[in-house]
Every structure is written in C-alpha cells, then in structure tokens.
C-alpha cells in the first residue's frame, strides 16, 4: 500500500516556465513533507520541506504548498533550469518517527 | 568533513557470499539512517542509529542482514549468503537533531548479486 503517491512517472518542461511536481499522501498521521532530488548514480538530495502547520514554504526557485484537507502538496519550481533535470522524490514522516515514507519519484525533464 | 562517505561505490558479488558496505556519516550527526532503492522505486527504510543504538529496524530486513554503529560513528551493513533479490542501491543517510535540516544522503552502494 503506497502511502506517498506520486503519480506522475515523468514530465516534460520547457525552460524558464514554471515546473509543478504533484505528491498525495493517505496517512493523515504525516506532519511532516520533504522533497529530494536525485540524479543518477548519486544518493537524493534535500531540496525543501514543510510542516503540517504551514501551508506554504520557499526556498529561491523552489516552493512547497501543502493542502491537509486534500492530502496533496506539491513542488512548483520557477523559473525551471536545464540543470533541474532529474528524479524528485516527496517523503513524508509521522510524529517523533525518524523513518520516512518515500513515493516513487517523478523524472524531471527541463528542455533548453 | 563534506558529507556522507559509502564505500565501496559498486559491489559485485556471487549469489550466497557475505558482503559487508560502510558508511561514514557527517561528523555531528547523531543519526545515521540505512535505507534500500531498487529501480523504479522510492527509497525503502531499513534501520535507524541515534549514536550507538539501533532503534528501529524494518520488517523488509531478513536474519541475513545485520547493521552496527559500534561506536556512534561510522556504520556497517552486512549481508550474509546474498540473494539475487538482494540487489539495489543501499543507501545511508544521517541528520542532526534539529529534523528541519532533513538528511543527507551519500552517493550509495550498488550491489550486484550475480
């Protein structure tokens, strides 16, 4: 039972427009969300993360927005780069649990 | 000290040998986190360390996996009479206390059963 869903396997954005990554979750124990990314052959890196308390987080060209009621948040990245290109993964984590809960991943393609 | 350091990089080995990976995590870091990523798929916890003691350790770990952290250091994972299905990309991560700053992961070891 995938408790992090991405359901989204890939996408395709041009440069310099705005990338959205989708992520729902089913467990509404989850306080906590965290999107990495990774390329290949190198282990995930963190990118940016949001509490359960807060609606919104950002970081630079990176934005969060968590939707409780609809279990769902999702990874807006504007203006998208060629160098963005790669695997985003959303996780989530419950409580004073340490362990986190990760989706399958969305492949992030930015075309120059 | 620039991040988490696994080693080796990339294992090959034959179906029922032991094989045994390292991981050095960021010096201040408390907790040190092994996790599993088969192709396709997302990273699967194995087992959890805060300095020394192993708190938590996942139902996806059979007998033949072992995990120490002797001194709240560096950690190893071993394996012992590998499987086919052992193959994927382990990989150890480790985080501070304050849990905002999220993990960081090193580069992974893939492990190849042949």
């Known amino acids: 039972d995938q408790q992090v869903k991405q359901n989204s396997p890939s996408l395709s954005v041009q440069e310099g427009r705005i990338s959205i990554l989708n992520c729902d979750y089913t467990?509404?124990?989850?306080?906590?969300f965290l999107w990495y990314k990774k390329y290949p052959a190198e282990g995930p890196t963190f990118l940016i993360s949001?509490?359960?308390i807060k609606d919104k987080n950002e970081d630079g060209r990176f934005t969060v927005f968590l939707n409780k009621s609809a279990k769902h948040l999702s990874l807006h990245i504007v203006p998208s780069q060629p160098g963005d290109s790669a695997v985003y993964f959303c996780?989530?984590?419950?409580?004073?649990?340490?362990?986190?809960?990760w989706g399958l991943g969305t492949s992030l393609a930015v075309n120059p | 000290d620039t991040g988490v350091s696994q080693n080796p990089r990339h294992k090959i080995t034959k179906r029922g040998q032991n094989v045994t990976f390292r991981c050095d995590p960021i010096?201040?870091?408390?907790?040190l986190y092994w996790y599993r990523q088969t192709l396709g798929q997302g990273p699967e916890f194995l087992t959890y360390?805060?300095?020394?003691?192993?708190?938590?350790k996942s139902r996806l770990l059979s007998d033949r996996f072992s995990a120490e952290r002797p001194k709240g250091s560096f950690s190893t994972l071993e394996i012992q009479r590998t499987e086919q299905g052992d193959s994927a990309m382990y990989l150890c991560?480790?985080?501070?206390?304050?849990?905002?700053?999220?993990?960081?992961f090193g580069s992974g070891t893939r492990l190849t059963v042949v």
């Open positions: 949001i509490s359960s």
């Open positions: 010096s201040e870091h408390n907790r």
């Open positions: 467990n509404s124990m989850f306080d906590y």
């Open positions: 996780a989530a984590k419950a409580g004073n649990n340490r362990k986190l809960i």
């Open positions: 360390f805060q300095n020394e003691a192993q708190l938590e």
């Open positions: 991560a480790s985080s501070p206390a304050a849990y905002s700053e999220g993990y960081t």
